[in-house]
């Protein structure tokens, strides 16, 4: 199983940015697949998840904001981002279930999406005027 996220960059506050993640060695329409992000010094985070079923789930700084989508016929996954604030910026990664749901749970304060076995390399994504 291979995950290869891509798309980050630099965007002004108020900006959009849209990632992508191609998967591979699995088939996308099975899995949940989910985005986590890592700003420096603190800890990683979950920001969606897309069950296989179709459902979708955010994390509550980015509800309204960021829309996951997948398209299975392509074993790909996208969030598009909008509104971004300073506060985005973090490296963003793709992860894959070996389920179909999503399971998310909150620990210390914090959404993760448990149950990822695979994960790719991030990208960056920063948001600064």
């Known amino acids: 199983v291979q995950l290869q996220a891509s798309g980050g960059g630099l965007s002004q506050p108020g900006g959009s940015v849209r990632l992508s993640c191609v998967g591979s060695?699995?088939?996308?329409?099975?899995?949940?697949i989910a985005w986590f992000r890592q700003a420096p010094g603190k800890e990683r985070e979950g920001v969606s998840c897309?069950?296989?079923?179709?459902?979708?789930y955010y994390a509550d700084p980015v509800r309204g904001r960021f829309i996951i989508s997948r398209d299975n016929a392509k074993n790909t996954v996208h969030l598009q981002m909008s509104l971004l604030k300073a506060e985005d910026t973090a490296v963003y990664y793709c992860?894959?279930?070996?389920?179909?749901?999503?399971?998310?749970?909150?620990?210390?304060?914090?959404?993760?999406?448990?149950?990822?076995?695979?994960w790719g390399k991030g990208t960056l994504v920063t948001v600064s005027s």
């Open positions: 060695g699995f088939t996308l329409e099975d899995h949940a």
């Open positions: 897309s069950s296989s079923d179709g459902m979708t």
């Open positions: 992860a894959v279930s070996s389920e179909g749901p999503c399971v998310a749970t909150r620990r210390r304060g914090i959404t993760t999406y448990d149950g990822m076995g695979y």
